[in-house]
């Protein structure tokens, strides 16, 4: 059974040393460019113009419409900062499935999306921009499905448009935890040049490392892909600027204070055995060590949210839907 379907991958700032190990592993996938031309996605992708700071920007995106009787009901699917709209693809045919029309969005800088280096990124913007899609397509409200760095954007979406947000769903979304109270500030122009030092085994080692406690499957081979075309592809500076300015979003700009305001019903799917934390590279071993420890933070997340619900998942890491997609799948369908 495949994990995921076709999974671009944005490289996160967290630095691991470069790996020197199986580089002729890296061989299969041919470069790319910035705008993913020659990276096929699962379903139809459209586009929606965007204005923004002086900008003709495209969002590119996806809506799947029901392959079972229609239930009226839409679920707008967020991808995380290390993937885009693309690995939602067995999401996707689950609830279409169901009834539901899906809309899974690429945010401005990532996949097929445009990425711009001279805009100022912020959570408040790509809800906004999500909510425009929604209103291009007729869609007055929606369960709010957030993975990963998407966990945030749902919640600024939520925070911003409740009467918009039928239910939030957060998987192992980032950002539980307010990095830059332990992390250093480190300049985007300094991010950037560590991104461009990276090697493609380097990709491989990362998400071993972090998502998939030291192991790997050859079903996850897809979520090096995009990484590695980058790295290969003629934008690569393009994307290690892009890369080093969204993480600097992500660290700036925490939503976890603002839990309790959340008024919409919430699920939280925690893999407690998720350590994801940006910035461990940048801190001793022991504040390290104290960084990411999801068992704990979702805990605390459900608590300061009124009336969210906890699945944990023992065992499970930053993406449960690759590593226990049953249990995601049930627990998502079971709230919805």
């Given amino acids: 059974m495949r994990a995921f379907g076709f999974i671009p991958v944005l490289f996160a700032i967290l630095a691991l040393p470069v790996s020197a190990q199986d580089p002729a592993s890296m061989d299969k996938f041919p470069a790319l460019d910035a705008d993913l031309t020659d990276f096929r996605y699962p379903f139809e992708v459209q586009e929606l113009p965007l204005k923004e700071q002086g900008h003709e920007l495209k969002m590119a995106y996806m809506d799947v419409k029901p392959t079972a009787v229609a ?148 079903e996850y081979d897809p979520l090096l892909a995009i990484q590695v075309g980058w790295m290969k592809g003629a934008d690569k500076e393009k994307m290690a600027r892009v890369t080093a300015i969204t993480s600097d979003m992500v660290m700036t700009q925490p939503v976890l204070y603002e839990f309790p305001d959340v008024k919409v019903p919430t699920l939280l799917i925690i893999g407690e055995r998720d350590r994801t934390a940006i910035g461990k590279n940048l801190v001793s071993k022991e504040v390290a060590a104290t960084m990411g420890q999801y ?32 249990d995601y799948l049930g627990a998502l369908l079971d709230f919805l």
């Fill in 71 to 218: 239930n009226g009901r839409s679920v707008l699917l967020l991808h995380g900062k290390n993937f885009s709209g693309a690995y939602w693809e067995r999401t996707v045919k689950e609830l279409t499935g169901r009834g539901f029309r899906v809309i899974v969005p690429d945010q401005i800088g990532f996949g097929k999306s445009s990425k711009p280096t001279d805009i100022q990124y912020s959570f408040q913007m790509m809800a906004a921009q999500t909510k425009s899609l929604l209103d291009h397509l007729g869609i007055g409200k929606a369960v709010v499905v957030g993975h990963s760095m998407g966990g945030m954007v749902g919640t600024r979406f939520a925070l911003m448009n409740p009467a918009a947000t039928e239910k939030l769903v957060l998987v192992n979304p980032i950002g539980l935890e307010d990095w830059k109270r332990k992390v250093p500030y480190q300049s985007i122009d300094t991010a950037t040049a560590a991104e461009l030092k990276k090697g493609p085994g380097s990709v491989k080692e990362y998400m071993q490392t972090v998502y998939f406690d030291g192991k790997w499957k050859e």
């Fill in 295 to 326: 068992q704990e933070l979702g805990k605390a997340a459900a608590a300061a949210i009124p009336g969210a619900r906890l699945v944990a998942l023992p065992g499970i890491g930053h993406a449960p839907q690759a590593e226990a997609f049953e």
